[in-house]
């Protein structure tokens, strides 16, 4: 059984930054992810990272203000969002670790999920 606990989630206003985090036990090498469900939608995949963190992928509409990183060594996933508006407000979720043939951009996609921060983004 993997443990993934979510931290970070507040409030901000638009234009500002945040930075989340997830801790990951046990920490494995696969492929994690951050997704995020705002009001009344489904889940949305946010963006994915392998080991070491250099293979990152992003959502389209969101790469160049989001950015995921790893920490292997503490076992911690990180999302870092600049210039955030008020259609980012959602709840963030990491998830770990990719299924062997799945894609990794889908919720099915992977085993273990975090419960979830909220990021709440105001005009």
């Known amino acids: 059984q993997v443990q993934l606990s979510e931290s970070g989630g507040g409030s901000v206003q638009a234009g500002g930054s945040h930075t989340l985090s997830c801790k990951i036990e046990p920490y494995g090498s696969g492929r994690m992810a951050w997704f995020r469900q705002a009001p009344g939608k489904g889940r949305e995949w946010v963006a994915s990272s392998g080991i070491g963190g250099g293979d990152a992928y992003y959502a389209p509409s969101l790469e160049g203000r989001f950015t995921i990183s790893r920490a292997d060594q503490i076992h911690t996933l990180y999302l870092q969002m600049v210039d955030l508006k008020p259609e980012d407000t959602a709840v963030y979720f990491c998830?770990?670790?990719?299924?062997?043939?799945?894609?990794?951009?889908?919720?099915?996609?992977?085993?273990?999920w975090g419960q979830g921060t909220q990021v709440a983004v105001s005009s």
């Open positions: 998830a770990a670790p990719v299924r062997v043939g799945s894609s990794y951009k889908v919720e099915s996609g992977y085993e273990y």
